[in-house]
């Protein structure tokens, strides 16, 4: 935002605060920062006085009384621009392809392409097949264990080329 005084007196005559004060001069913290400001900045004397007589020429408006005949006049161009939306409305979706119930095909094709990708790629797999495409799995020795007694000792062959047994208490 630019500083007050940058500001042209249009630009000023639209400041909130500026129409505020101009309306409502007994406003005492208003007041007191114009007064302020007017006086710290004496070249915008000038432009001050022409925003306050726009604010005070805008303000001061009223409304002048329409003879019947232009109140009439005007009625009647109210009443052919309303009757004129429904053929401007026809005209504007000439040319357009109704998308009805777009939302809902967006959504369906969604859910039908996630049900298939699932279909596809997460079902079960088996651990390792050979070459006769035959699932084979092989349960590893924790698997086999049961629960230990006391002063019990289980050994365990696998099937490496070490051929080492492994004890387990």
Same mark, same amino acid.
Request: glycine share 2%.
């Given at each position: 935002?630019?500083?007050?005084?940058?500001?042209?007196?249009?630009?000023?005559?639209?400041?909130?605060?500026?129409?505020?004060?101009?309306?409502?001069?007994?406003?005492?913290?208003?007041?007191?920062?114009?007064?302020?400001?007017? %006086?710290?900045?004496?070249?915008?004397?000038?432009? #001050? @006085? &022409?925003?306050?007589?726009? !604010?005070?020429? =805008?303000?001061? *408006?009223?409304?002048?009384?329409?003879?019947?005949?232009?109140?009439?006049?005007?009625?009647?161009?109210?009443? %052919?621009?309303?009757?004129?939306?429904?053929?401007? #409305? @026809? &005209?504007?979706?000439?040319? !357009?392809?109704? =998308?009805?119930? *777009?939302?809902?095909?967006?959504?369906?094709?969604?859910?039908?392409?996630?049900?298939?990708?699932?279909?596809?790629?997460?079902?079960?797999?088996?651990?390792?097949?050979?070459?006769?495409?035959?699932?084979?799995?092989?349960?590893?020795?924790?698997?086999?264990?049961?629960?230990?007694?006391?002063?019990?000792?289980?050994?365990?062959?696998?099937?490496?080329?070490?051929?080492?047994?492994?004890?387990?208490?």
């Amino acid at each position: 935002m630019k500083p007050y005084s940058e500001y042209s007196a249009e630009e000023l005559a639209m400041e909130r605060l500026f129409i505020r004060w101009v309306r409502h001069p007994d406003d005492p913290h208003v007041s007191k920062f114009w007064v302020n400001w007017v %006086q710290e900045n004496p070249q915008q004397t000038e432009t #001050v @006085e &022409s925003a306050k007589m726009l !604010v005070d020429t =805008v303000s001061d *408006w009223e409304e002048t009384e329409m003879s019947s005949e232009e109140r009439t006049s005007l009625w009647e161009l109210i009443r %052919q621009s309303i009757g004129s939306i429904p053929s401007l #409305v @026809e &005209s504007g979706r000439q040319g !357009v392809a109704p =998308v009805e119930n *777009w939302s809902f095909l967006k959504w369906s094709i969604g859910i039908v392409t996630t049900v298939i990708l699932l279909f596809l790629f997460i079902r079960e797999t088996p651990l390792y097949t050979n070459n006769a495409e035959s699932q084979n799995t092989k349960a590893s020795p924790i698997d086999v264990i049961s629960p230990a007694q006391a002063d019990t000792s289980r050994s365990y062959s696998y099937p490496d080329s070490t051929k080492n047994k492994i004890g387990i208490k």
